[in-house]
């Protein structure tokens, strides 16, 4: 159930029998009801990239300080 005016943010992924990738929401049924919808695919998946890239990157700046005895 969601809520009129509501913002909908879908980080499902789901292989559907025909192999596309579909989100947990209803896409379709929700969009009458929100104000915005993240599509799936093509919503949050190059943020979550994105943010993945930035942790590694400081997780390796961090083993490198811890190596060298940078604080």
């Given at each position: ?10 980080v499902g992924t789901t292989r ?49 300080r811890e190596m060298s005895g940078?604080?």
């Amino acid at each position: 159930m969601v809520k009129k005016g509501a913002i909908v943010i879908d980080v499902g992924t789901t292989r559907g029998k025909d192999g596309k990738v579909k989100g947990d929401v209803d896409f379709e049924k929700v969009r009458k009801k929100a104000a915005w919808i993240t599509p799936v695919p093509g919503g949050v998946g190059p943020m979550t990239i994105s943010s993945l890239m930035e942790n590694t990157l400081e997780a390796c700046k961090s083993q490198a300080r811890e190596m060298s005895g940078i604080p």
